[in-house]
């Protein structure tokens, strides 16, 4: 079993709609990234969360310790929002660039 | 201010070569992490290094290695290369090695032939 799982692996939306992408850990954790992935490679980094909830834009992050759990919301999805977001988190007593990588949703919104 | 500068974009390579990857961290940033990312595997911890030091390695054999110097700048090196190496590789790096954001490059693309 992966350390790091998201659901769902793929997601097509229209645009407007509101989206969720989970992710779900088994490892004790010091704080949880949520990073954007556009084709061509590049990688953006959305949130970082030890706990409660952050905004950004129409973006909101959330995490539940003791769910293990967190969720990355979009609201008023447009399709510049297509791209593949990945979870990853730095372990617990472990330094913050030794990520652990989920597998990645990909996002795509049609107009 | 510059983003963190990945050097080669793209790079091919025969089997058997060595390759040596550049990253440029943001100015003031002391912390340097690399990963590597395939199709089968996803992403994975490479290394990170701070102020010069390794401070952790990821589960890869020790064709894989790396260093920082006095300036943050990081490079990486894979020796006899295997098709398997075939990867983007990306660097992010960040101010400390402990609770703070990353800001990543945009990755060299290594296709080993």
């Known amino acids: 079993k992966n350390e790091v799982e998201q659901s769902p692996q793929n997601l097509t939306a229209q645009e407007g709609e509101f989206i969720t992408i989970n992710c779900s850990y088994s490892?004790?954790?010091?704080?949880l990234h949520w990073l954007q992935q556009h084709p061509g490679g590049g990688i953006v980094s959305l949130f970082m969360?030890?706990?409660g909830k952050k905004k950004h834009g129409r973006l909101i992050a959330t995490i539940n310790i003791q769910e293990k759990h967190s969720s990355l919301h979009i609201t008023a999805s447009h399709p510049r929002d297509s791209a593949v977001y990945i979870c990853?988190?730095?372990?617990?007593?472990?330094?913050?660039?030794?990520?652990?990588f989920g597998k990645g949703t990909k996002l795509s919104v049609k107009p | 201010k510059a983003g963190v500068t990945q050097t080669p974009r793209y790079l091919i390579k025969t089997r058997g070569q060595q390759v040596t990857l550049s990253c440029s961290p943001i100015?003031?940033?002391?912390?340097v992490s690399w990963y590597q990312q395939t199709p089968g595997q996803g992403l994975q911890f490479l290394f990170e290094?701070?102020?010069?030091?390794?401070?952790n390695k990821g589960n890869f054999p020790g064709r894989f290695s790396g260093r920082q110097f006095s300036n943050s700048r990081s490079e990486m090196n894979v020796s006899t290369l295997e098709l398997g190496d075939s990867a983007l590789y990306l660097c992010?790096?960040?101010?400390?090695?402990?609770?703070?954001?990353?800001?990543f490059g945009s990755g060299t693309r290594l296709t080993v032939v």
């Open positions: 100015s003031g940033h002391r912390s």
């Open positions: 290094y701070f102020s010069e030091t390794q401070r």
């Open positions: 992010a790096s960040s101010y400390t090695f402990t609770a703070s954001g990353y800001t």
């Open positions: 969360l030890s706990s």
């Open positions: 990853a988190v730095s372990m617990h007593g472990g330094s913050q660039g030794n990520l652990i």
């Open positions: 490892v004790g954790i010091s704080a």
